[in-house]
């Protein structure tokens, strides 16, 4: 059964930094392209960014408004999936998931809250 | 703004069918397939529908997709209360540097 599990929200100050995690189980990690994908309060879905398997070249991709502030790594010997968010910012405040996939997301995680808020 | 347009909420009732609409345009529903996201109440979203009208296991066939020119279309026959959630279209932009764009996303609410 394929699993994803965030950690690492909570409330953060603006232009504070945050660093959440992703644990997978269940399927192939190394060989998977995985996913951030956000959701504001009462709001709809949002792409973050992606980070393309080793064989595939290992290299990440970013939306505009996270672009530089934002870094994606992963460690496949660990099977999990970061997301280091920097300069934060009200509008970054949103439920952060993880979600496997290269054109769909196949899986989803349950997702860990991101508050931005002095 | 999303790039992909669906209307904010449908309704019907029990065992009535219901469709929930998806446009787009050239640069992404026109020329890549389109999968589909129900998000139940307080949970995460999960997938329902991929390559325009391909379940995953475990997806009553209840659930349909199709994709015509630039708009998709989900359709649920035989509505339980239970499928009252938040349903999202995604898909790909060939011509943003977005890999995956999603709807705003539509409530079902079944009446």
């Known amino acids: 059964e394929v699993q994803l599990v965030e950690s690492g929200g909570g409330l953060v100050q603006p232009g504070g930094s945050r660093r959440l995690s992703c644990a997978a189980s269940g399927f192939t990690f190394s060989t998977a392209w995985m996913n951030w994908v956000r959701q504001a309060p009462g709001k709809g879905l949002e792409w973050v960014g992606r980070i393309k398997s080793a064989t595939d070249g290992g290299t990440a991709d970013y939306a505009a408004p996270v672009k530089v502030r934002f870094i994606i790594s992963r460690d496949d010997s660990k099977k999990t999936l970061y997301l280091q968010m920097n300069s934060l910012k009200s509008e970054d405040t949103a439920v952060y998931y993880c979600?496997?996939?290269?054109?769909?997301?196949?899986?989803w995680g349950l997702g860990t809250l991101v508050t931005v808020s002095s | 703004q999303s790039v992909l347009t669906q209307p904010p909420s449908v309704s019907a009732a029990p065992g009535q069918k219901v469709t929930i609409s998806c446009s787009g345009s050239n640069s992404n529903i026109g020329i890549n397939y389109v999968s589909w996201y129900q998000q139940l109440p307080g949970t995460a979203p999960k997938l329902l529908i991929y390559d325009d009208n391909k379940r995953p296991s475990g997806i009553p066939d209840r659930f349909s997709g199709s994709r015509s020119g630039t708009s998709a279309t989900l359709g649920i026959t035989g509505l339980q209360t239970g499928d009252e959630a938040d349903y999202y279209c995604?898909?790909?932009?060939?011509?943003?540097?977005?890999?995956?764009?999603f709807g705003g996303g539509t409530k079902l609410t079944v009446l």
């Open positions: 995604g898909t790909w932009d060939s011509r943003l540097s977005v890999p995956w764009v």
């Open positions: 979600a496997t996939g290269r054109t769909r997301a196949d899986y």
